[in-house]
């Protein structure tokens, strides 16, 4: 069973040791995404938010945005980063450890892109916490690989990357949802030492009508 402690210092440890300018960028799968089905701004929760990027990204666009990780560098990187934008105002690093607590509130905007670790977490259920905590009219965005890119540290390893139907029948929703994407598109992805790779993701937009 992974710990707090033991997600914590590995996430801790990874970020520390990245370029605090790396994951500065928004996704660009998960802005396209917001441009087309959230084109009006409100709250957003971003889980698992590293540097910031989208974080960042929303705000310059008038999102009020709880920015979640485990890591206090990443967190420390988000601040600063908003700083920089001028959109302090509207972000607002928390720290959590998804496996063990949550976020309190609901949001407009529910983001889990590439919420993946190697560590061993309940993710369905901190999916299916996300879910939750979207208001009626709202948005639950996941993005998540789909293959596995040279750079990643499952290269070598025989992983069974679930088709986007396995994933939403997984967060056990009712018909007070309705899927706006679910489905596995290719894009050419950037490593954090530049190598370039074609990848496919799951994409999964899902928006809680009442």
Sequence with gaps: MTT???????????????DDQWGMKPNAVFADLVTTFAPTPGTAL??????GGDTIWLATRGWDVTA???????????????????????????????????????FDLVNASYFHTPLDIPRTKVLRRAAAAVTP??????VEHASIASWSWQTGNDVHFPHPDEILASLELDD?????????????ATGPAGQRATVTDNVLTLRRTS
Excluded: M, N
């Design 137 to 142: 009219g709202g948005l639950l965005i996941i």
């Design 176 to 188: 007070s949802w309705t899927p706006e994407r679910c489905h596995a598109p290719q894009r050419t």
């Design 68 to 106: 979640v990780d485990v890591s206090p560098t990443a967190l420390q990187r988000v601040a600063t980063g908003a700083r920089a934008g001028g959109v302090s105002d509207r972000v607002h690093p928390a720290r959590h450890d998804l496996a063990h607590d949550f976020p309190e509130g609901r």
């Design 4 to 18: 707090g402690s033991d997600s914590a210092a590995f996430w801790e440890k990874h970020y520390a040791a990245l």
């Design 46 to 51: 971003d889980l698992g938010c590293g540097h």
